[in-house]
């Protein structure tokens, strides 16, 4: 599960941006969609954002028109942009490939007030 490598988290203002990316191996990224999920603490990991191997992309509706999710198919990584950070946006971020059992072992984002 050690397949997965998420980077990018930080502290940052409320307002600001980070970029999360997560690099993977070939033959997970040709195969799966890829999703960012976030758990915070008390609460239970959710998904934020996906991308099918064809491009199209899904967001929870608190990110949506603030998050990006993207792929670089050259460099086998997934990217979450990440603008307009709110406090309640503080978790542990995850890659995902969806519907297997690869995970990254999380960044920390944390937003403060």
């Known amino acids: 599960q050690v397949q997965l490598v998420e980077s990018g988290g930080g502290l940052v203002q409320a307002g600001g941006s980070l970029r999360l990316s997560c690099a993977t191996s070939?033959?997970?990224?040709?195969?799966?969609?890829m999703g960012w999920y976030r758990q915070a603490p008390g609460k239970q990991r959710e998904l934020v954002a996906s991308?099918?191997?064809?491009?199209?992309?899904n967001y929870e509706d608190s990110t949506k028109d603030r998050f990006t999710i993207s792929r670089d198919n050259a460099k086998n990584t997934v990217f979450l942009q990440m603008n307009s950070l709110k406090p309640e946006d503080t978790a542990v971020y995850y890659c995902?490939?969806?519907?297997?059992?690869?995970w990254g072992q999380g960044t920390q984002v944390t937003v403060s007030s």
């Open positions: 995902h490939a969806i519907s297997s059992v690869y």
């Open positions: 991308i099918t191997t064809g491009g199209s992309t």
């Open positions: 070939g033959s997970i990224f040709s195969r799966y969609a």
